[in-house]
């Protein structure tokens, strides 16, 4: 199926937030959630700057530093909820779960022991389950860190939060957090999730050398914190079975992606920006499973010049106009540059 696009629009930047006593320098991620009516956003590496001379500040990495000075504030993850339909609005309305201090707090936080092993928590994606939000996240450990590139995942694992307060709790499964471990060189999984009929469908992406393939597992609503019960795509059928390391592949994606049912398309939709040629892409499959299409090259993305990569590039489905036929999909550059914002019409 080739796409008809009429039109893709570049909207700039999202609004950078700030409180009485800090400024938003910049964070990644920005993955969105339906939840009872509004969304919860969700961001990895986050960097304040704080305004007051008086805020005990927190260790920012000497990689991040620069950014913001002496008096920068990093945080591994943040989050915050909105009840705006329109996304831009409702990014600049965005209400960050925060700290008794009034800064925005991590939501996945490491233990004593994680820390001294320089593990920190990125939010993937996930979905409301009777009022609660399932978070998939990864473990991100920092190997060396005079650079931002210095770290390595080691695995993805399940937090249950609360979106009225923010509280979260990461589950354990026996003495380990983690659902799922690496695979080859990389492995992200909860990348995405949707719901069908009687399964959660989650996605992930296997990663070797440089390129990255995408992964499927499926698991029922009540059995998604039973890890013996996930199952995964082993063939095209599709074929089901218990075993990730056997899982077949679904065809190139980004290490992190999006998946949605596009009303006016009537096919799933699968967004991903090519973190080195700097270009969005498109897949598009008639079942969750597949099989999609080749990868499709819709526009290379604006960036900073000094943006070796650009990444993270996600749809937001829950603000589609016309029945899908207007999304939006924002995406992320190095050195904590304010998330950006395409808008895609199709014909």
């Known amino acids: 199926m080739k796409l008809a696009i009429q039109s893709v629009r570049y909207m700039g930047t999202f609004p950078r937030h700030r409180g009485e006593a800090w400024l938003m320098v910049g964070q990644d991620g920005g993955q969105s959630i339906p939840i009872d009516g509004g969304n919860l956003f969700v961001f990895s590496d986050t960097l304040l700057a704080a305004l007051s001379p008086h805020h005990p500040l927190s260790p ?33 309305e965005i209400r960050y779960y925060t700290g008794a201090d009034g800064f925005p707090r991590e939501i996945l936080r490491p233990l004593q022991r994680e820390q001294a092993q320089g593990i920190r928590f990125w ?34 694992g399940l937090a249950v939060l609360d979106p009225a307060s923010g509280d979260c709790e990461r589950l354990w499964f026996g003495d380990d957090w983690r659902l799922w471990k690496p695979l080859h060189d990389d492995t992200h999984f909860g990348v995405q999730v949707i719901r ?127 029945g899908g036929r207007t999304v939006f999909i924002s995406y992320c550059q190095p050195r904590f540059t304010s998330n950006s914002l395409l808008n895609l019409r199709f014909r």
């Open 60 to 92: 920012v990495p000497p990689a991040f530093g620069s950014a913001a000075g002496e008096r920068g504030v990093f945080l591994a993850n943040s989050a915050g909820t909105t009840r705006g339909r329109n996304l831009v609005a409702a990014w600049e």
């Open 196 to 322: 069908e009929e009687d399964y959660l469908y989650v996605f992930g992406s296997v990663r070797t050398g440089l390129f990255n393939d995408a992964r499927l597992a499926r698991v029922r609503p009540a059995d998604i914190a039973r890890p013996d019960l996930y199952e995964y795509l082993l063939s095209p059928e599709p074929r089901w079975g218990g075993s990730l390391a056997e899982a077949c592949d679904l065809g190139p994606c980004s290490s992190d992606y999006s998946v949605s049912f596009n009303e006016h398309l009537g096919r799933y939709l699968m967004f991903y920006v090519d973190s080195y040629e700097k270009s969005l892409m498109a897949r598009v499959a008639d079942r969750p499973w597949g099989p999609y299409t080749k990868p499709a090259r819709i526009i290379r993305v604006p960036h900073e010049a000094s943006s070796e990569m650009v990444y993270l590039g996600f749809e937001h489905p829950d603000f589609s106009l016309d």
């Open 123 to 156: 939010p993937e994606h996930g979905l409301s389950i009777d009022g609660r939000v399932y978070l998939y996240y990864l473990g991100i450990q920092t190997v060396d860190p005079t650079t931002i590139w210095g770290f390595r995942t080691v695995g993805t």
